[in-house]
Every structure is written in structure tokens, then in C-alpha cells.
């Protein structure tokens, strides 16, 4: 059975900082690119942020320079680092497991962010 955990979401104040944990298990990690999402109530769910399997970051614009992704194999995890926050990341973030080129994609239930003072 597939699972992807995340944690490490809550309260912030503009400008502070948050890590987001995603911990996999049933999965061969390190064959999946990862992904942060995120989502806001009548809006789609937009990319954050992805890591390949040879850990290639890409960025949405609007958090390049903020946020940092990475992963560590051994662990099954992968981390979204997120500093200066602002209001407008105020989310829902989800976790995705994708091995590119197969069906294989899988997602998480999702931590909420808000950032508000």
C-alpha cells in the first residue's frame, strides 16, 4: 500500500519560515520524481516545486528564491524548505510521487499553510 505523509504545516507569520516533511512508503523511492503542490479553495492545484531522480529542482516563479526542494533517498522523504513567506502562499500543500513514463503517480492528503499575522 501506497502512502505519502506530510507534515510540518500550520501558522506563520509574513516573512517567517516553515518546513514540509513527505515521507513515502510502498514505493521504490528513488525511482519517483517529487513534487510539492499546492491549492486554494475554487482554484486549481498549481506546482510548487518538483525533484527529479538525479535531483533537478524546478521552480513555480512565484516561489524562486524562497523555497527550496530536496530529498533524501535513505529516508524515503522529501522536504520543501519555505522562507519569506507571504500571504498569498497561504495552501493546502500536497505531496506527489511520479515515475515518469508509467502510471505510477500517487499524491498525499495534504498539510494546510497559512500564513497570516
Known amino acids: 500500500q501506497v502512502q505519502l505523509v506530510e507534515s510540518g504545516g500550520g501558522l506563520v507569520q509574513p516573512g517567517g519560515s516553515l518546513r514540509l516533511s513527505c515521507v513515502a512508503s510502498?514505493?521504490?523511492?528513488?525511482?519517483?520524481?517529487m513534487g510539492w503542490y499546492r491549492q486554494v479553495p475554487g482554484k486549481q492545484r498549481e506546482l510548487v516545486a518538483v525533484i527529479t531522480t538525479g535531483s533537478s529542482t524546478n521552480y513555480a516563479d512565484s516561489v524562486k528564491g524562497r523555497f527550496t526542494i530536496s530529498r533524501d533517498n535513505a529516508k524515503n522523504t522529501v522536504y520543501l524548505q519555505m522562507n519569506s513567506l507571504k500571504p498569498e502562499d497561504t495552501a493546502v500543500y500536497y505531496c506527489?510521487?511520479?515515475?515518469?513514463?508509467?502510471?505510477?503517480?500517487?499524491w498525499g492528503q495534504g498539510t494546510q499553510v497559512t500564513v497570516s499575522s
Open positions: 510502498g514505493i521504490i523511492f528513488r525511482l519517483y520524481n
Open positions: 506527489n510521487a511520479d515515475w515518469t513514463g508509467t502510471k505510477y503517480i500517487y
